[in-house]
């Protein structure tokens, strides 16, 4: 069983930035390939970055691509997604997610049916 806790977001004006967190416990955080999703009021839930194990690889969305970094500390069991530039359509509730698969596919891991542990999500709001 993995538990998985956000934290992080809030409100913040349309350029500037957020760090979003994410902490694991339950599991060793290096044996989970990881992902964040966002979904906004009345939508789909929507894919925004995953990373390997290692860290080594990252895969992002095309409309964060150059503005969001996901990375992670294994040592501490956190993962993080910093957002720069933030616009007022990335708002939405931010959800990290666990893969408890042995192989990580940078296609597959784009997908949310791929994940197996999801957090209670954190709020993050930008204003024009």
């Known amino acids: 069983q993995v538990q998985l806790v956000e934290s992080g977001g809030g409100l913040v004006q349309a350029g500037g930035s957020l760090r979003l967190s994410c902490t694991a416990s339950?599991?060793?955080?290096?044996?989970?390939?990881m992902g964040w999703f966002r979904q906004a009021s009345g939508k789909e839930r929507e894919f925004v970055a995953t990373i390997s194990r290692s860290g080594g690889s990252t895969v992002y969305a095309d409309c964060v691509n150059g503005r969001f970094t996901i990375s992670r500390d294994n040592a501490i069991n956190t993962m993080y997604l910093q957002m720069n530039n933030l616009k007022p359509e990335d708002t939405a509730v931010y959800y990290c997610?666990?893969?408890?698969?042995?192989?990580?596919?940078?296609?597959?891991?784009?997908?949310?049916?791929?994940?197996?542990?999801w957090g209670q999500g954190t709020q993050v709001t930008v204003s024009s």
């Open positions: 997610a666990a893969d408890t698969q042995p192989v990580w596919n940078p296609t597959w891991a784009t997908r949310a049916s791929k994940y197996d542990y």
């Open positions: 339950g599991r060793t955080l290096s044996t989970l390939a």
